[in-house]
């Protein structure tokens, strides 16, 4: 009885499988740093704008 065939048959399946899990996963961490990366990004712009207000002698409080 030769079982040669039935692993590697076992193991694309098993890999397949495997490799469905890992990208689901990475898409779930993905999406959730997705926020992270906006609020980042907002967060440097406020930071830019408040530098270039300093550069020009601006005050937080003038409009």
Same mark, same amino acid.
């Given at each position: ?11 694309? &399946? ?6 469905? &899990?890992? &990208? ?7 999406? /959730? /740093? ?5 609020? /980042? ?23």
């Amino acid at each position: 009885m030769d079982l040669g065939g039935f692993n590697w048959s076992l193991l694309t &399946i098993v890999g397949a499988i495997v490799l469905a &899990i890992v &990208i689901a996963w990475a898409a779930l961490r993905n999406r /959730s /740093s997705r926020r992270d990366v906006e609020r /980042s990004e907002r967060a440097t712009h406020r930071l830019y704008e408040e530098e270039e207000r300093a550069h020009r002698g601006e005050s937080d409080n003038v409009p």
